[in-house]
């Protein structure tokens, strides 16, 4: 782990060395309190640069081509000469045995290229653990120069909010319809949504997909005006990752709307927000944290528990105790 | 408030004192600290008492007739000279305006019965409030040598998981339904059953009830077996809130369980756990509590999260600073 030290990973992460932000990502990842405070050095060290990256957030069942058009608009990206980092949230990845991004062959072209860096998700039972580990993977890649930052995640439970929460724009990326059916889209997930993509726009299914955008778009029309967002967004556009169609266009509208929230300082209110609510979240977490972690309070906890179990003392009575405990 | 204190209310509560028990509720119910205080005092004072009664929770959608039914089987349990008290836990109250049990004239007989205490649910959005309470309302109801305590609740989110936490049996009251389908019950709630009453198997309606009891006894059977059951249980039976009819056998069928429970300690397990369960979610909330209360620490809180959104700090090193404040 010497070369995992905070003062030998923070130089080569500013230069944008791969291997080192693998390495600064694994250690944030890390459970171990050595590891957790290295980990709080390293960010510490490398906040000053300043750097941020447009973040962007795409969800999206199995099945809508989700590699693909990962693969696809990355390399785009890549192709006009930026950098992209991409990231998964995937809660259910411990229980489901393999996470999603875990396979790098499926995105074999995009993992080979110098711009792109892709992570998978870390095996992690618990959501909120998942969402600061990703945030700080998310500042790890500002630092390490990324322009652009995708943060991947399946279209299941709570994951979309929580990937919500950490980014300037929300993808979501859909299959074409049959029929004129939604795809019980939520209406929470659609009032997060910034942009839809109606993927597979191509061949035989191109008319379906036409029409399912124009689905989305009526759905999208009837959702209430937010001030954060410039005329006609919330927007519903076709993509064919397979056929590299659509890619450029779609870029264009997220950076459209990332300058115009810029512009009117929208992106730097969402972000101070964003930041403020992690904040709190992790102060509460760690204050849980302790409960379960520290020896002397797990201690207090099981005494005082066994006396509440016992019927010797009520559970309020007890919990007042360990309060006041607590407090001194 | 002078009538309110703990050595005022406690001899008399004792005493099986209903409007001393009701003044003692609305005690448990109120968020001044005082009163909390003071609450706790009280549940000190009379969790000598050593007495238990037993803790059955009623649920069941709006139009199943209900309050009928409670009304029927605590009349009936009165006739037979037991205490009957129904507490109600509705997190929806808040809301809708007003609560389930509100309108006491829904059960005119039972709330005239000396034997019976009816206590609508306490105005409260928070579902972790409203539990602390109720079960502090059982505490109390127990003191005040009630035989049986009935907790209802709506069938609706998680109100009914929580009602299951601090009960000795789980009663879900149904309709007949048409036809052989049966009504939605999520599979989470029918595994809480331990009893499923069919209810208007009365008139016209009969043939439908003894159906839906045979339905629903076939999908109890493929549950699997719970080793706190004795043969039989689950169980599913028709009942007539109007015709006050099986209300004796239903009766019969919570006591066989509930002494089977006793006998082979499955009750006494099960209340220790849940008093565990309910000490350590105090002790959390608590916590939590002291984050939002405390002055000091909410201004600290302000502080720095105001630092965080300014791009000051990271989140998560001022949320290190912050519990570094909170341990000392």
Known sequence: MSNRTPADLAPKLLEGDRRALARAITLVESGRA?????????LEMVAQSGRQALRIGLSGTPGVGKSTFIEAFGLMLSAQGLKVAVLAVDPSSSRSGGSILGDKTRME?????????????????????????????????????FDVVLIETVGVGQSETLVAEMVDLFVLLMAPAGGDELQGVKRGIMEMADLILVNKA???????AMRTVADYAGALHLLRKRPQDPKGFPKALPVSAL?????????????????????????????????????E???????????????????QMESLGATVAAGESAPSAAAAKMLDLLRN
Chains 1, 2 share one sequence.
């Open 34 to 42: 050595d590891h957790r405070a290295q980990a709080g050095e390293l």
């Open 109 to 145: 072209r995009l993992s080979r290229d110098p711009n792109a860096f892709i992570r998978p998700s870390p095996s992690q039972t618990h959501l909120g653990g998942v969402a600061r580990r990703t945030r700080e993977a998310v500042s790890l890649c500002e630092a390490a120069n």
């Open 202 to 208: 191509d061949g035989d299914l191109k008319p379906a």
């Open 243 to 279: 056929a590299d169609e659509g890619l450029l266009k779609a870029w264009e509208e997220m950076t459209t709307l990332a300058d115009w929230r810029r512009e009117n300082g929208y992106l730097e209110r969402r972000r101070a927000e964003q930041a403020r609510h992690w904040f």
């Open 281 to 299: 979240a992790e102060v509460r977490e760690g204050l849980l944290a302790r409960l379960r972690n520290d020896p002397a309070i797990r201690a």
